[in-house]
């Protein structure tokens, strides 16, 4: 029987901070994974480049049913805290768009100086475990494997949500929490692709590739960042980004033309050119396979623009402007970047992420219920909540 101070489950990002940190303290921490390497999530993140944090990370990036829950790890560790520790290992990176941070060249910098740093703090690494059961007596825990069985005083959940199965992602941490008499909150896809009904599958997979800037809204949500029709339904940045917001049976609003006042425009384009058709206008503004598939479903009549009246101009710009999309689902965990929902904070300490009704065991990263936005905000609340667990574990 091995004897640990700490046992963190999940070698990702929030459990690799977490062991860093403790082992820092001088504790003796041993880190599990069931891959066969640490940080599986980081180095396929950002298209191997990982967008390790975000410049305007704040808790109003955060889903959570507890909105303040955050708050206290953010403000102890924060984007400035993990940019320090990425430039004191001399990792070349850049923004990119609203804030986002990624690598100049490779994701595995950010794996490689998390396991140096775990070096330095002594942390044992094992990889390849997979946890047949858990218990508690006395203040100790017991990890079970099939080969070994391993104790602690401090057991650190940080396995992750369903997203990305493929990456090796399973429900452990919320068994173990219910277990131990945490509630787990309802668990669904987020930052993921929406999916065509059967009828609109069959007027748009045609336009596949077709990419624009656009403001997705559902639930009095709005972001505004890139679409990208799919065979499958709506993808790109901003519907992966309101796809946490979007229930099913919800509408996407969808504005084709954020940056224009079609209804300007189009009087505009009047003037200047009488004679020119409404589709070729719209194609100045939009791609042209979208104005195609716009009028063969008769969103606008095709004629020539002096034969608009103000009233029909303002009727293609309405419909433009907030365009009505009904997806049927999401794409799932398959592609899904996150997990929404999760341990309940209510039972957690902001302070420590300890259970507050289960001395010695603690929960970061994703399988708590805090889900933040597309850009690095998930990233920044793993490297948080791992750091603020590892101060107490």
């Not at 941490?173 to 692709?193: D, Y």
């Not at 596949?208 to 709005?222: C, E, I, K, R």
Request: charged letters at 15%.
């Amino acid at each position: 029987m091995q004897q640990w101070d700490v046992i963190v489950v999940g070698a990702g990002a929030a459990g690799l901070m977490c062991a860093i940190e403790a082992g820092k303290r001088g504790r003796k921490v041993l880190l599990l994974d069931n891959g066969k390497r640490v940080g599986r999530k980081i180095l396929m993140s950002g298209g191997g480049r990982c967008n390790f944090t975000n410049l305007y990370c704040s808790p109003e990036n955060f889903l959570s049913q507890n909105q303040h829950f955050c708050k206290s790890a953010l403000s102890r560790y924060s984007q400035w805290d993990f940019i320090a520790l990425v430039q004191q290992h001399a990792i070349a990176y850049h923004e990119k768009a609203l804030g986002q941070l990624f690598c100049d060249d490779s994701a595995k910098d950010i794996v490689e100086m998390l396991l140096a740093e775990a070096k330095a703090a002594r942390v044992q690494i094992a990889l390849q475990q997979q946890i047949s059961g858990v218990s508690f007596a006395d203040g100790v825990y017991t990890v079970e494997t099939p080969e070994l069985n391993r104790q602690c005083h401090s057991l650190v959940i940080a396995s992750g949500g369903l997203s990305l199965p493929n990456l090796g992602a399973t429900g452990f941490g919320f068994q173990l929490a219910e277990q131990f008499g945490l509630k787990v909150l309802p668990l669904r896809a987020a930052l993921v692709p929406l999916t065509w009904q059967p009828g609109d599958k069959a007027v748009f997979e045609e336009i596949s590739g077709v990419s624009l800037p656009v403001t997705a809204a559902a639930n009095g949500t709005l972001f505004p960042e890139d679409m990208l029709f799919t065979h499958r339904g709506l993808s790109g940045p901003a519907i992966l980004q309101i796809s946490s917001y979007w229930q099913p049976g919800d509408d996407v609003i969808v504005n084709m033309a954020p940056q224009t006042d079609l209804n300007e425009f189009l009087a505009t384009q009047q003037q200047a050119h009488p004679e020119q058709e409404v589709k070729t206008a719209l194609a100045k503004l939009l791609p042209k396979r979208l104005v195609e598939k716009l009028l063969e479903l008769q969103v606008f009549v095709n004629q020539p623009l002096k034969a608009l009246n103000p009233k029909s101009m303002q009727q293609i710009a309405n419909s433009l402007h907030g365009y009505i999309f009904k997806p049927n689902g999401t794409e799932g965990y398959r592609t899904a970047e996150v997990t929404i929902g999760g341990v309940d904070t209510d039972g957690l300490s902001s302070k420590t992420m300890e259970a507050k009704n289960q001395p010695g065991l603690y929960f970061i990263g994703e399988v708590v219920d805090v889900t933040g936005w597309l850009g690095g905000y998930n990233f920044q609340w793993a490297w948080a909540s791992g750091w603020v667990a590892g101060q107490y574990c």
